[in-house]
Nanobody
Framework: QVQLVESGGGLVQPGGSLRLSCAASGNIFSGNAMGWYRQAPGKQRELVAHITSGGSTNYADSVKGRFTISRDDAKNTMYLQMNSLKFEDTAVYYC?????????WGQGTQVTVSS
């Protein structure tokens, strides 16, 4: 059973940084696209950043220039470097891996931006 585990969330002040990690228990990263999503209270889950198997990336307009997605297939780990955090970045962040058979989701990690 493949599992994705996010880590790195927490409480940070506006303007601060966090790095999220998504680690897989099985070898499902290689050859697959993946992404980070977030869901704020009362809002729908939204795409934050996406990376293809070849390393091409795209970002939500709200995080462009502040967030960076990356992957290390050898370690079965994906990252989201978040800089210049804003109040509106507060949400539960989820990672997702897109295989040919199904999508795999992590359980989420809370990011709270507060002064």
């Amino acid at each position: 059973q493949v599992q994705l585990v996010e880590s790195g969330g927490g409480l940070v002040q506006p303007g601060g940084s966090l790095r999220l990690s998504c680690a897989a228990s099985g070898n499902i990263f290689s050859g697959n696209a993946m992404g980070w999503y977030r869901q704020a209270p009362g809002k729908q889950r939204e795409l934050v950043a996406h990376i293809t198997s070849g390393g091409s990336t795209n970002y939500a307009d709200s995080v462009k220039g502040r967030f960076t997605i990356s992957r290390d297939d050898a370690k079965n780990t994906m990252y989201l470097q978040m800089n210049s955090l804003k109040f509106e970045d507060t949400a539960v962040y989820y990672c997702r891996v897109e295989t040919w058979a199904r999508y795999y989701w992590g359980q989420g990690t809370q990011v709270t931006v507060s002064s």
